[in-house]
């Protein structure tokens, strides 16, 4: 399945490290033609996964602060529902 196009939502823990690798993330996904928004509000992570799942947004990657340090990321679908 072809991404272009597809909806992408990137939850973040609050610190600068995250922010910046959130930041970088969003611009490849952006110069792939992939529409992403970013979410760093201070809401919790399973607040903001729910309502990105009510409205249907295909892809969300989680970010936090073990996840940059590791450097590795999340990626969720709503069609398989898995990591």
Not at 12 to 25: F, H, V
């Amino acid at each position: 399945m072809s991404l272009c196009g597809q909806g992408f939502f990137i939850f973040l823990g609050g610190n600068k490290k995250c922010i910046d690798r959130a930041e970088e993330l969003k611009q490849k996904l952006h110069n792939l033609d992939i529409r992403v928004e970013l979410d760093s509000s201070s809401e919790r992570i399973g607040y903001k996964i729910r309502s990105s799942q009510f409205e249907k947004i295909p892809y969300m990657v989680i970010l936090g602060k073990r996840k940059v340090k590791n450097g590795v990321i999340s990626v969720r679908s709503i069609f398989t529902g898995s990591n």
